[in-house]
C-alpha cells in the first residue's frame, strides 16, 4: 500500500475503505459478521481511511466499524459524515451538528473523530455558522479536521472565511468528471485534500456488468445518468478500458481507482467492498502509475461515453 498525506498531521491509504455497505439495509448490505471480516481485510492489506457517515442505515455502519476497529484505533483515520436526514432532508444547524457528533463518538466507540464532514449542503442553515461549529469541535478536541462532501468551490469559499477546511468528497471517477471544472483547480490552490468517493462508478467499472445487462436501482444510483438511460453507451466504453487495462495487466476496476489518483490533489480514493476479493482487487491500484500516453488514449475513449453534467440533488 502507498500512503498521502491528509491535513496537518495524518496519512492515509491510496486506496480507503466506503462503509455504507456495512450498515446498509437492502440487497447491497451484508451482515455484521461479514462486515467485521471485511474491515479485517482491508486492515490486513494496509488500508488505514475509512469513511462511514451517521446517516448509513442510521448509524449501524458507525456502529459496525466502530466495533471491527476498537482494538486498532490508533492505526486508523476515521471519516465519518452529518447532516443527511432521511428522504434527502438535511440538516445543518449548529444543534445538530452538537447533537450528531456525540452519537457517532459512541456509535464509533472512540473520544476522537479523525475527519468531520458536513454530509451535504444545507439550504435552511447558514454556512458560516454550521462552519463556526465545525470549527469548535475541533477546539474542543472530539474532531481532528473537518471538511465537506458535495459542496461546490463557492460553498468551500464561505467555509473558509469562517475557519480551516482540511477536506472535501466529490463524486468523480471516468464517467462523472465535474470536479476537475472549478472544484479542483480550487482545492489546488488552497491545500485543501480531495477524496473522491465512486471512483469505479458504483460497479460500472468493476467489472460487475457485462454487455445486454439491464440494471434496476430503486436507491440512490437511480439518479446516476451514466448507470440508467447513458448504460448501453458506457457499458461499451468499459470494454475498450478493460482492454488497456489488460494491457497494463491490471483490472478494469484498479485502472478506475488508478486514473483516479493520478491527480496529486487527490489522498485517498473512496471505494465500496462487500467482500475481502474485492478489496485485494482494489487496494491492487495502489502505487500504480499510468502513462501519459495511455491517459490520452483513455480521454480519447472517454470523448464518445455518456458523461454525467450535473451532481445529483
Known amino acids: 500500500m502507498n500512503y498521502r498525506t491528509l491535513g496537518p498531521q495524518s496519512r492515509v491509504s491510496e486506496v480507503g475503505f466506503g462503509c455504507w455497505q456495512l450498515g446498509a439495509s437492502d440487497e447491497s448490505g451484508i451482515s455484521e459478521t461479514e462486515a467485521l471480516r471485511v474491515v479485517e481485510t482491508a486492515l490486513d492489506l494496509g488500508i488505514t481511511f475509512f469513511d462511514t457517515a451517521d446517516k448509513y442505515n442510521d448509524g449501524l455502519s458507525e456502529e459496525r466499524l466502530g466495533k471491527a476497529l476498537k482494538s486498532r484505533r490508533h492505526e486508523v483515520v476515521i471519516a465519518t459524515k452529518v447532516g443527511l436526514l432521511?428522504?434527502?432532508?438535511?440538516?445543518?444547524?449548529?444543534?445538530?451538528?452538537?447533537?450528531?457528533?456525540?452519537?457517532?463518538?459512541?456509535?464509533?466507540?472512540?473520544?476522537?473523530?479523525?475527519?468531520?464532514?458536513?454530509?451535504?449542503?444545507?439550504?435552511?442553515?447558514?454556512?458560516?455558522?454550521?462552519?463556526?461549529?465545525?470549527?469548535?469541535?475541533?477546539?474542543?478536541?472530539?474532531?481532528?479536521?473537518?471538511?465537506?462532501?458535495?459542496?461546490?468551490?463557492?460553498?468551500?469559499?464561505?467555509?473558509?472565511?469562517?475557519?480551516?477546511?482540511?477536506?472535501?468528497?466529490?463524486?468523480?471517477?471516468?464517467?462523472?468528471?465535474?470536479?476537475?471544472?472549478?472544484?479542483?483547480?480550487?482545492?489546488?490552490?488552497?491545500?485543501?485534500?480531495?477524496?473522491?468517493?465512486?471512483?469505479?462508478?458504483?460497479?460500472?467499472?468493476?467489472?460487475?456488468?457485462?454487455?445486454?445487462?439491464?440494471?434496476?436501482?430503486?436507491?440512490?444510483?437511480?439518479?446516476?445518468?451514466?448507470?440508467?438511460?447513458?448504460?448501453?453507451?458506457?457499458?461499451?466504453?468499459?470494454?475498450?478500458?478493460?482492454?488497456?487495462?489488460?494491457?497494463?495487466?491490471?483490472?478494469?476496476?484498479?485502472?478506475?481507482?488508478?486514473?483516479?489518483?493520478?491527480?496529486?490533489e487527490v489522498r485517498s480514493a473512496i471505494a465500496g467492498s462487500r467482500k475481502p476479493e474485492h478489496i485485494r482487487d482494489q487496494v491492487g491500484a495502489a502505487g500504480r502509475v499510468i502513462p501519459a500516453p495511455v491517459l490520452d488514449e483513455i480521454d480519447r475513449i472517454l470523448e464518445h461515453a455518456a458523461l454525467a453534467s450535473e451532481r445529483p440533488s
Open 86 to 264: 432521511s428522504k434527502g432532508r438535511r440538516d445543518s444547524s449548529p444543534a445538530y451538528i452538537r447533537s450528531s457528533i456525540e452519537g457517532s463518538l459512541r456509535r464509533l466507540q472512540t473520544d476522537y473523530v479523525d475527519l468531520y464532514l458536513i454530509h451535504w449542503p444545507d439550504p435552511n442553515t447558514p454556512l458560516e455558522e454550521s462552519w463556526g461549529t465545525m470549527t469548535d469541535l475541533m477546539r474542543e478536541g472530539k474532531v481532528r479536521m473537518i471538511g465537506v462532501s458535495n459542496f461546490d468551490a463557492a460553498m468551500i469559499q464561505r467555509c473558509l472565511t469562517v475557519g480551516p477546511v482540511h477536506a472535501v468528497q466529490p463524486p468523480y471517477n471516468m464517467f462523472w468528471r465535474e470536479m476537475e471544472g472549478e472544484l479542483l483547480p480550487f482545492c489546488r490552490d488552497h491545500d485543501i485534500a480531495i477524496l473522491p468517493y465512486g471512483p469505479q462508478a458504483h460497479g460500472l467499472l468493476s467489472g460487475k456488468y457485462q454487455r445486454g445487462d439491464k440494471p434496476q436501482f430503486q436507491d440512490w444510483r437511480r439518479f446516476y445518468p451514466f448507470l440508467n438511460e447513458g448504460f448501453d453507451t458506457n457499458i461499451q466504453i468499459v470494454e475498450q478500458v478493460a482492454g488497456i487495462a489488460e494491457r497494463l495487466d491490471m483490472t478494469v476496476g484498479q485502472l478506475a481507482i488508478a486514473w483516479t489518483l493520478r491527480l496529486p
